[in-house]
């Protein structure tokens, strides 16, 4: 009996103690470029820097995307840049071209000090019938 109070009160320090060093920041993007919005972003931090993000991109287009080129611009709370990183994603072996109405799901660890948000920019999108389209941000 006293080892199950022992695990119990183990499993909620390591609970609050995860709470306390790391941190999500939720972020909801609105921007629609060439048929392609982003739904919502995740960015995490653990002690001061930012180790990483998710992204969810949805294909409001009628045509399948194979490859999209985006931006993430990391910012402290005062909107100061801290940095930028581009990233690609493209249809492969695993997965293959995102449909109409489909969600991507994307993301990248990263180690960026003193950043709490993100910013992200799509700046060309391929489909699967050759096209393309880019962004004038």
Not at 12 to 17: A, G, K, P, R, S
Not at 43 to 59: D, E, V, W, Y
Not at 87 to 116: R, V
């Amino acid at each position: 009996m006293k080892t199950y109070y022992t695990k119990a009160l183990f499993m909620l320090e390591v609970l609050i103690i995860s709470l306390v060093l790391f941190s999500f920041s939720f972020s909801s993007e609105n921007s629609d470029t060439c048929g392609i919005s982003i739904e919502k972003s995740y960015n995490q931090q653990i002690l001061g820097k930012n180790i990483g993000f998710f992204i969810f991109f949805k294909n409001n287009s009628s045509l399948s995307m194979d490859a999209i080129d985006y931006t993430v611009t990391y910012k402290n709370g005062f909107d100061e840049v801290k940095g930028k990183r581009e990233f690609t994603w493209q249809a492969g072996n695993f997965f293959g071209p995102k449909l109409p109405g489909e969600t991507l799901k994307d993301g990248s660890t990263t180690w960026i000090d003193d950043a709490n948000k993100i910013e992200i920019v799509i700046k060309r999108v391929h489909f699967t019938d050759g096209s393309s389209c880019k962004s004038f941000h």
